[in-house]
């Protein structure tokens, strides 16, 4: 593998159920993204978009294909060392923030650190707090934040560890308008002041946009692949 391409996805497939009930989720899918793009991946509710996702991070398992980040055949490892990876190499952001309750925004952002017993550099932690708009929110628990700023300490969650992809499943879906805005904007500062690879599924055409480069779903295969020309 190229050493500018930090995902290839190889003849990925999902089917759920058996002969008699058998629904195709994804269907014989490749590609590849090259270090530092950011991608949107679009299709209607049911096209397979969240499930290529959950592949892409390791949190589901293929019927059939292969997945590498960095050249490592994620589905190859075993649990105990898939679940380290993910930890290191796979920033994961959902719709609904899985924030711990119990722990304040600067506790949430380390958690991925402490699990994997990483030194904290203080300096950069403040500075990612600062990028995320949280710097008087460090001490508060999420239920005392907005929508909006919990999905920030779930980006920086997902920063914390310089991960090889951000992956961002409707990252605002559950947000207004504003809120929205607002979260896709820090995750194109992240692509740019910090060279993060992002593959954001959507289904949101206007925020699918934004991205570099546009991969459309539909019936579990890409039927469109859109990269902007550069300017």
Known sequence: MSEDIILKCENLTKIYGNEENKTIALDNVSFNVKRG???????ASGSGKSTLLHLLGGVDKPTSGSVFINNIDIHSLTEND?????????GLIYQFYNL?????VKENIL?????????????????????????DRVTHLPNQLSGGQQQRVAIGRALINHPALILADEPTGNLDSKSSEEIVELLKVSNKKYNQTILLVTHD???????????TIKDGKIVKDIEKNEE
């Open 37 to 43: 793009q950011f991608i949107s991946i679009i299709g």
């Open 82 to 90: 898939l679940s380290a990876f993910r930890r290191k190499e796979i």
């Open 100 to 104: 711990l309750p119990i722990m304040n």
């Open 111 to 135: 958690l991925p650190s402490q699990l994997d017993k990483r030194k904290i550099d203080e300096k950069e932690l403040n500075d990612l707090i600062n990028v995320l708009g949280l710097g």
């Open 205 to 215: 055409e206007k925020i699918a946009k934004e991205a570099d480069r546009i991969i």
